[in-house]
């Protein structure tokens, strides 16, 4: 039956051209799409981690969901002793702490209310590699009075590197504190609505402004974005759950989540379209295919053939013309997209950032196969109505059509 099929499928061979290159073309098509598609959740996701989050968070308990009220009522005593607990682990590639204030930033003409964090620059600089420096450079752990500003706060108060600024603001005792800095920098990252309010200054500074030797957080930066969940737990297990909460990338950014769904879903209805596109092109060859053959049909039943037999030829043709068409368009799909990836997509900045980037397709293993079993599903399906409507045929009508 199989030497039959595959006469059968070169018989007509521009129909069989044809007929294929709707296949390939639906194939690399899916690939094509699917490795775009990924390729933007991994660029969002790193974007995401190298920008602000890190991969892992380390709070107080209760802290994310109180702490917007009451921020110094949820601090990290003592961080130095967590940090040497989760530190030694071969995944992780740096460890920090976090000191969260909000304050009014003055440049001695107008006021402007910012959310500020003291960080460990030499460590934010390792992790922060999503993050670019506008103007000035790059806050440094000398800096014990410099202050980075965000490009938005930087543009309302019209500050610049060299300029003095100075924050103001309640102390966690309740009094009112201020300090003088100097304008190192202006950054810019994946937010722009973090950047119209951000700005950071050292950790010691930070904690002098407060009057607290606390941390709001500890930042974990692994080296492989795949291993969080593993090292999330194996820090779980090392922190008293009573006091501390760990969270990972992914429960800190709700964007990215939502991001996720929204192509996801859009990429399934695509490959609904494309299914449907195939299905009803190989529809089209496959009848013009068996109406011209019924008289032959006939004959094979008259000569002993059973109704079955017919119908399993016509699958088997169909799923020879699908394997071949699906298994060459995934090829051409990866083809392409090395190509592509080689040469780059340069994109636009995405909703509520001013970063472009330039995207690739990332040829994935099972965006492959998944690709190539919608291109033979495709095309069995388009088979199985006409090869069931000749099976059913009888024999005496179907001999009149010779």
């Known amino acids: 039956m199989l030497k039959l099929a595959l006469r059968n499928t070169v018989r007509h061979r521009a129909r069989t051209a044809l007929t294929l290159g709707v296949i390939v073309s639906g194939t690399a098509a899916l690939v094509l799409t699917g490795g775009f598609v990924e390729d933007v959740f991994v660029q969002l996701r790193e974007a995401t981690i190298h920008s602000q989050l890190g991969h892992i968070q380390i709070f107080a308990h209760g802290y994310r969901e109180h702490g917007a009220g009451s921020p110094y009522d949820f601090l990290i005593d003592r961080p130095g002793e967590i940090v040497s607990s989760v530190a030694d682990n071969r995944d992780i590639d740096i460890v920090m702490a976090r000191l969260s204030f909000t304050g009014m930033l003055n440049n001695g003409r107008t006021d402007l209310a910012v959310i500020g964090e003291g960080i460990e620059p030499d460590k934010e600089a390792r992790l922060g590699t999503f993050v670019t420096i506008v103007a000035g450079r790059q806050l440094a752990a000398k800096d014990t009075f410099g202050i980075l500003l965000g490009e938005g706060v930087a543009r309302a108060t019209r500050l ?103 192509y996801g879903r859009q990429f399934a209805v695509l490959e609904v379209i494309i299914l449907v596109a195939v299905l009803l092109s190989v529809a089209n060859s496959v009848n013009m295919n068996v109406y011209e053959r019924t008289g032959e049909f006939g004959t094979l039943m008259a000569l002993g053939n059973h109704a079955s037999t017919i119908f399993k030829l016509v699958v088997a043709e169909n799923l020879m013309l699908g394997g071949t068409g699906a298994i060459v368009g995934g090829m051409l799909g990866v083809l392409i997209g090395w190509l592509v990836s080689a040469i780059g997509i340069p994109m636009p900045p995405p909703p509520n950032s001013d970063v472009g980037y330039t995207a690739v397709i990332r040829v994935s293993l099972r965006d492959v196969a998944a690709a190539i079993s919608i291109g033979v599903v495709a095309t069995v399906l388009a088979a199985l109505l006409p090869a069931r409507r000749v099976a059913r045929m009888a024999v005496v009508e179907a001999l009149r059509r010779n």
Do not use: C, M
Not at 174 to 185: E, H, I, Q, S
Not at 206 to 229: C, F, H, M, P
Not at 230 to 238: G, I, Y
């Open 160 to 262: 610049a590197p060299g300029d003095r600024a100075t924050i103001l603001l309640n102390t966690t005792g309740g009094a009112l504190n201020t300090l003088d800095f100097d304008v190192v920098g202006v950054f810019r990252s994946f937010s722009r609505e973090y950047d119209a309010h951000a700005v950071r200054v050292t950790l010691p500074a930070a904690q002098d402004l407060l009057r607290a030797d606390s941390v709001n957080a500890i930042v974990i930066a692994l080296k492989d974005t795949e291993a969080t969940g593993t090292v999330a737990e194996r820090v779980k297990s090392k922190l008293d759950p009573r006091r501390y909460d760990v969270r990972t990338w992914r429960e800190l950014a709700d964007f990215y989540d939502k991001t996720v769904a929204l």
